[in-house]
């Protein structure tokens, strides 16, 4: 499960209020509550419907990950809490984005955290598919907000997924896809509110369903940075340059060249 609506962006806010820089550790410790609230709440609704649940946290569910804030990298998923519960006929419900390190830090794991955490679930638990419910009911040729008469795919490959979503396709974060290729776990997205199947994402397709374009993907709101420097200072522009992608989601870097020593 992932954090309700813009909860993750309110604590953002809340900690930003408090520090211009706050720590990462503690930003890991803050944002983890979040998913912790929905599972929560799921939780009891469930048992609202006379069915048993139970919630567990990323290190409640046994996600060890890297000792990195912010950005960690699922490294183990030990199930043995998860099986226990499933074998007692109880709805299991994971919180999303999170784990813990061997030292015993609170991780989160960047962006596309929940669905990447859904598809590690997935491959520790051999399960038969994952299954990523959203606001919207599979994998369209286009945005739909933007282009009316894009139509919702059936199927794609694993490969098409992937170059659809680094190139901006926001259905799917491309860590969730490449753990799904990596342990052939087949994908479905589908919308959470309607009974209407959605998109298979998965290494085989019909011949019929092969095509040469699949999809067109394209990002909106792009800053662009352009950074001109002569060859004395070019060693601190790189830094620079490198210092910027450390905290920010760089999608491309372009060095051109000119005749007259400068570059940008």
């Not at 609506?5 to 803050?30: C, F």
């Not at 374009?213 to 522009?237: P, Q």
Request: charge should be negative; include cysteine.
């Amino acid at each position: 499960m992932s954090a309700m609506g813009k909860s993750t962006d309110r604590l953002v806010d809340m900690a930003l209020e408090i520090s211009d820089n706050p720590s990462k550790r503690e930003m890991d410790m803050l944002l983890s509550t979040g998913e912790q609230v929905t599972i929560s709440l799921l939780s009891m609704a469930i048992h609202e419907q006379n069915y048993e649940a139970v919630s567990y946290t990323g290190w409640q569910a046994g996600i060890t990950t890297e000792p990195i804030a912010s950005n960690a990298r699922i490294l183990d998923i030990d199930t043995e809490a998860i099986q226990d519960a499933l074998s007692q006929g109880k709805i299991v419900i994971v919180a999303g984005f999170q784990g813990i390190s061997a030292d015993r830090e609170i991780t989160t794991l960047g962006r596309g955290g929940s669905d990447t955490t859904a598809v590690a679930l997935a491959a520790a638990l051999e399960a038969d598919k994952c299954s990523i419910c959203t606001d919207v009911v599979g994998v369209f040729t286009t945005d739909p907000r933007y282009i009316k008469n894009a139509r919702k795919l059936n199927q794609v490959t694993y490969d098409e997924m992937l170059e659809l979503a680094n190139l901006g396709a926001g259905v799917l974060h491309p860590r969730a896809v490449e753990y799904a290729k990596n342990y052939r776990i087949p994908l479905e997205v589908r919308a959470s509110h309607e009974d209407e199947a959605g998109t298979m994402i998965e290494e085989e397709m019909t011949m019929e369903n092969t095509k040469v374009v699949r999809g067109i993907a394209f990002e909106d709101k792009i800053t662009r940075i352009t950074i001109h420097w002569d060859k004395k200072r070019k060693h601190a522009r790189l830094q620079s340059i490198h210092n910027i992608s450390r905290t920010q989601h760089v999608d491309i870097i372009i060095q051109g060249i000119t005749g007259l020593g400068h570059g940008n």
